[in-house]
């Protein structure tokens, strides 16, 4: 059993910064690519950030010089970097990633999803 937690959500003013944190835990092998995605309200989910198991980094054009996603793999744990916050950056974000179990399944795994809003 993998389970992906997310945290660091919440309310925050434009032209602010939030950092994202989700940590995977279980029977854990390794680790490949891992990545956030958001949705906003009426709009179908996207692709924010990914980072590989080398530290490969991409990016979404609508957060590109705004957002930085890196990962610490001795903890399992994937972060994004917020800044500059925008009203359109509001949604529910999701970490993703592909997981190999003890065992040798490879899996792609969800988090719960964290809200993120930026308003005045």
């Known amino acids: 059993q993998v389970q992906l937690v997310e945290s660091g959500g919440g309310l925050v003013q434009p032209g602010g910064s939030l950092r994202l944190s989700c940590a995977a835990s279980g029977s854990i092998f390794s680790i490949q690519t891992m990545a956030w995605y958001r949705r906003a309200p009426g709009r179908q989910r996207e692709l924010v950030a990914g980072i590989s198991s080398g530290g490969s980094t991409s990016y979404a054009d609508s957060v590109k010089g705004r957002f930085a996603i890196s990962r610490d793999n001795a903890k399992n744990t994937v972060y994004l970097q917020m800044n500059s916050l925008k009203p359109e950056d509001t949604a529910v974000y999701y970490c993703?990633?592909?997981?190999?179990?003890?065992?040798?399944?490879?899996?792609?795994?969800w988090g719960q999803g964290t809200q993120v809003t930026i308003s005045s």
């Open positions: 993703n990633a592909d997981i190999r179990i003890v065992g040798g399944r490879l899996s792609n795994y």
